[in-house]
């Protein structure tokens, strides 16, 4: 089946420590891929995408993630979290060339709690 | 650039009661998408509509579950009659639509239905 996973359903760290949240997806064709924040009381927005070119895309609030196309992975990080940073963080992938196409399929998130 | 809008925000109903979700889209989008999250889930796509026609429809729970968007612009979601595991935040969401650069999908605030 088609899916996408993150390892870790919660997570836990102090202000200025450093961010990694896996995502790996099952599927051998081409994908766009996504990492959605959720912050409390807000809308799914948008963190940052890879579409194609450079695996490694930078997105806002000193996010970035790395697409290695060898291990189907997604991997968000951050070098330094701040409090603001808590919130629900979900993985996302759009399958192309197959019956999911064009369809968002999300992982199931991670809560990062950041303590001050 | 106004985002996608999304009404009631907080329902509460009984169990099989009828309820409806309204959305209505960033202007000039074409696809627009309804999800429902469940706690503790990522969002799972319901129906995918392209202007006025369904694109995608393989995850709605058609005995109960209903959705047009007639003049191509807002759509509204129906689930007729509604059941204890509906209870959950039903996201709409749009998009462009077109080619793979304009997949990226903007969210409402949600709708919030508690089913008693």
């Known amino acids: 089946a088609q899916s996408v996973s993150q390892h870790n359903h919660h997570v836990i760290l102090s202000e200025a420590a450093s961010l990694e949240l896996g995502c790996n997806y099952s599927?051998?064709?081409?994908?766009?891929l996504f990492w959605y924040v959720q912050y409390p009381g807000q809308h799914l927005q948008l963190l940052l995408k890879?579409?194609?070119?450079?695996?490694l895309v930078k997105g806002i609030k000193g996010f970035e993630a790395e697409f290695i196309k060898s291990k189907f992975s997604f991997n968000l990080r951050k070098p330094s979290v701040q409090w603001s940073d808590t919130a629900e963080y979900f993985c996302a992938v759009i399958l192309h060339g197959s019956s999911n196409t064009g369809k968002l399929i999300f992982g199931q998130g991670t809560t990062l709690q950041v303590k001050p | 650039e106004a985002g996608v809008a999304q009404s009631p925000r907080y329902k509460i109903i009984e169990k099989r009661q009828s309820v409806a979700f309204w959305c209505n889209p960033i202007s000039g989008h074409a696809t627009l998408y309804w999800y429902q999250q469940i706690l503790g889930q990522g969002p799972k796509l319901l129906i995918q509509f392209q202007n006025n026609g369904v694109v995608d429809d393989s995850q709605l729970p058609k005995d109960r579950f209903s959705a047009e968007r007639l003049k191509g612009v807002d759509s509204t979601l129906k689930i007729q009659p509604a059941k204890l595991e509906d209870s959950a935040v039903y996201l709409c969401?749009?998009?462009?639509?077109?080619?793979?650069?304009?997949?990226?999908?903007?969210f409402g605030p949600g709708t919030r239905l508690t089913v008693l």
């Open positions: 969401a749009s998009s462009l639509g077109g080619g793979p650069s304009f997949n990226e999908q903007f």
């Open positions: 890879y579409f194609s070119g450079d695996p």
């Open positions: 599927y051998g064709g081409t994908v766009n």
